[in-house]
């Protein structure tokens, strides 16, 4: 019997934890919980076997039902890290969770999973040394968040200031993801041959920016691997383009044009059945029907819709923007597919870094009063933009500024190309202080140093002002802008005083308070040729037409 009694007694296992936590819990009931002692509980009893599990013993306990509080709340943290480091750089995205992280230098621009790391480490490194020789020392707000998004071949909708680095945004990817070999890019087995292929496609409404944008491609894909073939297509080379002439062997990496020499083509003969990626540079002009000059802008609307057409359904598609209308993002719904939304800023389009001023002048012939009393009193900083609303207006004030003793010179589309190129090159220089022109100036030149913009005739839309005073301020610099006005502008003072607020700028409160614009067509006002001709002159040149006038008729009669 003692030792069926011990046999027993050795195996049976009373479970004193059990009995221990049901007493204390008895006595908390009566007495309440002690005031210090802390009683481990069942879960952080077991915390430290879990120190040592797996992340596949993780996984498989997860399917128990019981969650891995560790890697959630990591998860979390990295989300808040992301969401804080959004807003110090003012970058606002839409349903954010799901967009990739951004970056915050472009060493972190990494390989792609489809792709082959040691290819795309030899490539990144050429990459990485343009950018440092360009002295771009590090990402600005737009490229922290478009740069990855495209290289994960997201479809994209950019909104950003002018001059905040959106050309850097989507040229980037663009060479990284055009300089991919066939067979990696698309995970297929053996090469295929790449004549007349064209892997990138930049769009842009005027030849000057088609024109800077091929620059800046060319500089940053200077010595990548198996050589860079960049295109800025034009009549001479049109032909050539369509025959796949262009690029050799490897094809084309880049080919950058206006709508209409590509559609031109794409009627020659010309395939974009193997893009990768298409950028829309100044969606709102593309897109947005609504813009000054509207008859252009729907025949552009048509040219997007033949040239997208062409393009395969698996392009990554990315439309950017100085301002993103309501019609840009409605359009933007029939191009871009579950894209990322992002937004520098407060969303108004006009650049922080520019101070601002609204300058009543009375009437047609205040304005050059105005312009002269800023340079007497130091106020018009050198160099300076002035944009007029016509190339007969811009070739006026140029004439009435010429003998002012100030180094002036008119750009505007009627002159010609290599005029236009002379005009930029000596203002560039310094030759040329002041450089008068048209919109033309302000969607397609480049000219970072510009430290003044003077809107001589108001802009007829806020997206044209946005784009105009987006001349200065570019690139972190500071900058200025003063638009002229006169009682025939109030009617439309309001846009552009709405966003000057956006942008921080202080602002009249009557000007607000002004009321809407009923006119939805922008065309601008009549306007009294610019002339400071004395008026006793004027009357007296005037009575002397007259007087010949006169004598003519009598000796006909």
Same mark, same amino acid.
């Given at each position: 019997?003692?030792?069926?009694?011990?046999?027993?007694?050795?195996?049976?296992?009373?479970?004193?934890?059990?009995?221990?936590?049901?007493?204390?819990?008895?006595?908390?009931?009566?007495?309440?919980?002690?005031?210090?002692?802390?009683?481990?509980?069942?879960?952080?009893?077991?915390?430290?076997?879990?120190?040592?599990?797996?992340?596949?013993?993780?996984?498989?306990?997860?399917?128990?039902?019981?969650?891995?509080?560790?890697?959630?709340?990591?998860?979390?943290?990295?989300?808040?890290?992301?969401?804080?480091?959004?807003?110090?750089?003012?970058?606002?995205?839409?349903?954010?969770?799901?967009?990739?992280?951004?970056?915050?230098?472009?060493?972190?621009?990494?390989?792609?999973?489809?792709?082959?790391?040691?290819?795309?480490?030899?490539?990144?490194?050429?990459?990485?040394?343009?950018?440092?020789?360009?002295?771009?020392?590090?990402?600005?707000?737009?490229?922290?968040?478009? #740069?990855?998004? %495209?290289?994960?071949?997201?479809? /994209? @909708?950019?909104?950003?200031?002018? +001059? =905040?680095? *959106? $050309?850097?945004? &989507?040229?980037?990817?663009?060479?990284?993801?055009?300089?991919?070999?066939?067979?990696?890019?698309?995970?297929?087995?053996?090469?295929?041959?790449?004549?007349?292929?064209?892997?990138?496609?930049?769009?842009?409404?005027?030849?000057?920016?088609?024109?800077?944008?091929?620059?800046?491609?060319?500089?940053?894909?200077?010595?990548?691997?198996?050589?860079?073939?960049?295109?800025?297509?034009?009549?001479?080379?049109?032909?050539?383009?369509?025959?796949?002439?262009?690029?050799?062997?490897?094809?084309?990496?880049?080919?950058?044009?206006?709508?209409?020499?590509?559609?031109?083509?794409?009627?020659?003969?010309?395939?974009?059945?193997?893009?990768? #990626?298409?950028? %829309?540079?100044?969606?709102?002009? /593309? @897109?947005?029907?609504?813009?000054? +000059? =509207?008859? *252009? $802008?729907?025949? &552009?609307?048509?040219?997007?819709?033949?040239?997208?057409?062409?393009?395969?359904?698996?392009?990554?598609?990315?439309?950017?923007?100085?301002?993103?209308?309501?019609?840009?993002?409605?359009?933007?719904?029939?191009?871009?597919?579950?894209?990322?939304?992002?937004?520098?800023?407060?969303?108004?389009?006009?650049?922080?870094?520019?101070?601002?001023?609204?300058?009543?002048?009375?009437?047609?012939?205040?304005?050059?009063?105005?312009?002269?009393?800023?340079?007497?009193?130091?106020?018009?900083?050198?160099?300076?933009?002035?944009?007029?609303?016509?190339?007969?207006?811009?070739?006026?004030?140029?004439?009435?500024?010429?003998?002012?003793?100030?180094?002036?010179?008119?750009?505007?589309?009627?002159?010609?190309?290599?005029?236009?190129?002379?005009?930029?090159? *000596?203002?560039?220089?310094?030759?040329?202080?002041?450089?008068?022109?048209?919109?033309?100036?302000?969607?397609?030149?480049?000219?970072?140093?510009?430290?003044?913009?003077?809107?001589?005739?108001?802009?007829?839309?806020?997206?044209?002002?946005?784009?105009?005073?987006?001349?200065?301020?570019?690139?972190?610099?500071?900058?200025?802008?003063?638009?002229?006005?006169?009682?025939?502008?109030?009617?439309?003072?309001?846009?552009?005083?709405?966003?000057?607020?956006?942008?921080?700028?202080?602002?009249?409160?009557?000007?607000?308070?002004?009321?809407?614009?009923?006119?939805?067509?922008?065309?601008?006002?009549?306007?009294?040729?610019?002339?400071?001709?004395?008026?006793?002159?004027?009357?007296?040149?005037?009575?002397?037409?007259?007087?010949?006038?006169?004598?003519?008729?009598?000796?006909?009669?």
């Amino acid at each position: 019997m003692d030792e069926i009694f011990n046999i027993l007694s050795s195996s049976a296992r009373i479970d004193k934890s059990k009995r221990q936590k049901r007493k204390r819990e008895t006595v908390a009931q009566l007495t309440g919980p002690p005031p210090e002692e802390h009683v481990p509980t069942d879960d952080e009893e077991e915390s430290d076997d879990e120190e040592d599990e797996t992340p596949n013993a993780i996984k498989s306990r997860d399917r128990t039902g019981k969650r891995d509080v560790s890697e959630a709340k990591r998860n979390q943290i990295h989300r808040e890290e992301v969401a804080a480091f959004r807003r110090s750089m003012k970058i606002k995205v839409a349903h954010s969770d799901d967009s990739p992280d951004p970056i915050s230098s472009f060493s972190e621009i990494t390989c792609p999973e489809w792709c082959n790391d040691s290819f795309f480490t030899g490539l990144i490194r050429v990459i990485l040394r343009n950018i440092e020789e360009g002295n771009w020392k590090e990402p600005t707000p737009i490229q922290m968040q478009s #740069i990855p998004a %495209l290289m994960q071949r997201r479809d /994209l @909708l950019a909104g950003a200031p002018t +001059g =905040s680095g *959106k $050309s850097g945004a &989507f040229i980037l990817p663009s060479l990284l993801l055009s300089s991919i070999p066939h067979n990696l890019f698309y995970n297929t087995k053996g090469a295929k041959k790449n004549k007349g292929e064209i892997r990138s496609l930049i769009l842009a409404p005027s030849l000057e920016l088609a024109s800077q944008l091929h620059r800046q491609v060319e500089r940053l894909g200077l010595g990548k691997p198996g050589g860079l073939s960049s295109l800025l297509l034009a009549k001479a080379n049109a032909a050539q383009a369509v025959s796949g002439q262009v690029g050799g062997q490897s094809g084309l990496d880049v080919l950058i044009s206006t709508p209409l020499r590509i559609v031109d083509a794409i009627q020659k003969g010309l395939k974009l059945d193997s893009v990768r #990626i298409v950028v %829309l540079d100044e969606a709102d002009r /593309l @897109l947005d029907a609504s813009d000054s +000059g =509207s008859d *252009k $802008s729907r025949t &552009f609307l048509s040219q997007i819709d033949t040239i997208l057409s062409e393009i395969p359904a698996t392009a990554t598609r990315a439309l950017f923007s100085a301002t993103v209308t309501p019609t840009v993002r409605a359009l933007s719904e029939s191009i871009l597919r579950n894209p990322v939304d992002v937004s520098i800023g407060g969303g108004g389009g006009a650049n922080a870094d520019i101070d601002q001023k609204l300058m009543f002048v009375g009437n047609e012939q205040g304005k050059l009063l105005a312009i002269r009393q800023l340079v007497q009193r130091g106020e018009f900083d050198f160099p300076a933009l002035v944009f007029c609303q016509s190339q007969e207006r811009a070739q006026a004030l140029f004439a009435e500024l010429l003998y002012d003793g100030i180094r002036v010179d008119v750009i505007h589309a009627g002159r010609s190309k290599s005029a236009r190129e002379n005009a930029v090159a *000596k203002f560039r220089k310094g030759d040329t202080w002041v450089l008068i022109g048209t919109d033309l100036v302000a969607r397609g030149v480049d000219l970072s140093a510009v430290k003044l913009v003077l809107n001589y005739d108001l802009p007829q839309s806020g997206v044209t002002y946005v784009h105009r005073i987006g001349r200065t301020g570019r690139a972190g610099r500071k900058g200025k802008a003063i638009t002229l006005f006169t009682e025939a502008d109030l009617e439309q003072l309001r846009t552009i005083a709405n966003i000057m607020k956006q942008s921080g700028c202080q602002v009249e409160e009557w000007m607000l308070q002004l009321p809407r614009k009923h006119n939805k067509k922008k065309r601008a006002p009549k306007r009294q040729k610019i002339d400071t001709t004395p008026s006793y002159d004027k009357k007296k040149s005037r009575m002397k037409r007259l007087y010949i006038k006169n004598s003519k008729e009598k000796k006909e009669g």
